[in-house]
């Protein structure tokens, strides 16, 4: 798959904004602040782009590219080497989820990245297989929801996994990043629902979230199986 181009289609419609919802905070400002060279890469290698329609706009010349985020699942090893054997787990169940609503590997995904939208695919190599009447439903949307939101956390803005969260900790994650500043911890909580709007289970875990005593960041993760669409929001350090 090395340096490989994936074509994927996009309207060009505007996206909008979650500003009432998802307030702007010291872990994104730090995010656009990194240089490029010490961004994470998008994917192990591979360029995913979608040309825009250009609505609007006059010539081939003109025709925007919006570069796609590709979300791995058979490479959360590689974003998170402290997982072990889980990474593969967390990948699996994810595929699962996914497939269990009818999505396949290469499936378009919403992302909203602290209130701004972007585009972006899923893929993976297989998911489990078996009954499915033989699995807890309630866990395996949990369990998609975080593998998601582990391959999002590391790709959207560099975080891997240090440690799992503990009761009293109000997190499920505890991650780790290097930057200019020294090394960040990231309480990270997250949440998923197999159908239906995220915006209130985004409110709940931001609010969870807030209570953590570790870290000197905290974000909240929902995802959606059925859309699917993952929201990635900050809760700024300080505030209730």
Known sequence: MTGAV?????????????AGLCRASALHKDRLSQPRSGLPQRSAGVAVRADADGRGLRGEAER???EVMLLDLANLFEMHPRLGGLAEFYGGRAALG????????????GLTIEAAESPGRVVWATAPVGDLTQYDKARVTEDAAEGVALALAH?????????RGQRGQFCDWLMERENGQG???????VGGLAEGALTSLLKE????VA???VGDRRCAVVVGLAAPEVRMCSHPVGEP
């Open 6 to 18: 994936v074509p994927a289609e996009a309207d060009g419609e505007e996206v909008t904004a979650q």
């Open 64 to 66: 925007a590219t919006i």
């Open 98 to 109: 996914l497939e269990r609503a009818s999505h396949q590997s290469g499936v378009a995904i």
């Open 155 to 163: 790709q959207a803005q560099g975080w891997r996994v240090w440690i």
């Open 183 to 189: 090394r960040q911890v990231l309480a990270l909580e």
């Open 205 to 208: 875990k931001l609010s969870q």
């Open 211 to 213: 209570r953590s005593p």
